[in-house]
């Protein structure tokens, strides 16, 4: 028998999500929270439609109960404030867990387009496992490199067996690799590759952390933010500053990124001077309506010579990339990381190629944010030095990197479907 993805309840004709923590199932987003006063932790998610959905009570084995993720794990596990009830295990009918402790039935938690999970989760999700006997949990992220092997070295110091087995999709590179070959002219074409650029650098800024603030910092400091294209909001009362709990750079994690300098006092004070001239913004004039899947525009690739992309993680001891180390090797452009050590060897896992000795990457290898940020600097300095003759001679050089790049990224995005379902067919 094939396995099927089994379902405890239904509303009308239509299946709930598991671990839908409410009776009625609220599909609008904003609806569910002005409803219920929390975010959702749970929806539906389309990657394995070709696979028969039961009810569970209709299933007696042979059957991968899926948790369709949505949002931080922090939530969906119950481990954040307020969302203690909500945990995806409450609310899971007792049926259904005795068939997962006979290992009739798989547990799984399907986040593909999250990588962003730390040990401290982990943990969390292990104990509150251990605690209803059950010995087998799939964890499906995007894709972290070093959260398997930090959950194992815990149990190990523990001297228990892990229960989570965790699952890298790489998602978000499939996807990207989706919209490439999905081109409606939003893509540099090989034609335009050679065009002379009238900028440096892009940078886009969605959600402002603190990394990305100190980033946009130095930019101001070192007087590139107005001959480049950079994009950041500052604004409170928006889901896109997300600087701690007053909504400005803190001292603490400033430090982390800065050392105690004094740059890192300058850069803090820059906070006001840069709120009066947010929100900038570079190809989406409202920020808050940009996602990772989509919303691609060449213009902005042909009017700079690099990117510098700010990924999710900098000072974070778990180690992940999103979509966004995509979308400049979709425009044939080159790039530096300003996020987890190790991106570009994870990279060169993948297949593909980077940028030295074109561009400086001993940055990659660098566990200390604080250098990290050191020799990105250094390295965004001198390249936006080099003379008008100097920067084109310079990308030009790299345009076999570039075209190999966009090819391999059609490669990955011709293989969406098919490798999206097999993730879940490894699970039979």
């Not at 959260?147 to 523990?158: G, P």
């Not at 998602?171 to 050679?194: A, C, H, M, P």
């Not at 080099?386 to 075209?403: A, G, P, Q, R, V």
Request: charged share 25%.
């Amino acid at each position: 028998m094939n396995s099927v993805i089994a379902y405890d309840r239904k509303q009308g004709n239509d299946f709930i999500p598991n671990g839908y923590p409410f009776q009625d199932y609220v599909y609008d987003v904003q609806e569910y929270i002005s409803k219920f006063n929390v975010e959702p932790t749970v929806r539906f998610i389309n990657f394995y439609s070709n696979y028969k959905r039961v009810q569970t009570n209709k299933v007696k084995d042979n059957f991968i109960y899926m948790i369709e993720q949505f949002g931080s794990i922090e939530k969906l596990i119950g481990m954040e404030g307020g969302y203690q009830d909500i945990c995806f295990l409450n609310h899971i009918e007792s049926n259904t867990i005795e068939k997962i402790r006979s290992n009739k039935g798989k547990l799984v938690i399907c986040a593909f387009e999250e990588s962003r999970v730390d040990i401290k989760s982990m943990i969390f999700l292990h104990t509150k496992l251990s605690k209803l006997k059950i010995n087998k949990l799939y964890y499906i992220t995007g894709n972290n490199w070093n959260i398997e092997k930090t959950y194992k070295i815990w149990c190990d110091r523990q001297g228990v067996e892990p229960i989570i087995s965790i699952i890298n999709s790489l998602e978000q590179l499939y996807q990207k690799g989706k919209d490439l070959n999905q081109d409606n002219g939003t893509f540099v074409s090989l034609d335009e590759i050679d065009k002379k650029r009238s900028k440096r650098f892009l940078c886009f800024n969605r959600r402002i952390r603190p990394h990305r603030y100190s980033l946009i910092s130095m930019f101001h400091h070192n007087d590139l933010l107005k001959d480049n294209l950079v994009s950041f909001s500052l604004e409170r009362g928006k889901d896109l500053n997300h600087l701690g709990k007053n909504r400005t750079p803190d001292l603490h994690t400033m430090t982390q990124i800065m050392g105690k300098t004094y740059l890192r006092d300058t850069y803090i004070s820059y906070f006001e001077e840069l709120n009066k001239i947010s929100p900038m913004t570079v190809d989406y004039d409202n920020l808050t309506n940009v996602m990772g899947p989509g919303c691609e525009n060449k213009e902005p690739y042909l009017e700079t010579y690099f990117s510098v992309v700010t990924e999710t993680p900098f000072i974070e001891s778990t180690y992940f990339s999103t979509e966004k180390i995509y979308r400049p090797m979709i425009q044939y452009h080159p790039f530096i990381v300003f996020g987890s050590p190790g991106t570009l060897s994870n990279l060169k896992e993948l297949g593909f190629k980077t940028f030295s000795p074109y561009i400086d990457e001993s940055y990659d290898n660098e566990i200390s944010p604080f250098r990290r940020m050191q020799k990105i600097t250094k390295e965004i300095k001198r390249l936006c030095s080099l003379s008008e003759t100097e920067i084109y001679n310079w990308f030009t050089s790299m345009k076999y990197i570039l075209i190999y790049n966009r090819q391999l990224m059609l490669e990955y995005g011709k293989q969406y479907g098919k490798h999206m379902e097999n993730i879940i067919g490894e699970l039979k």
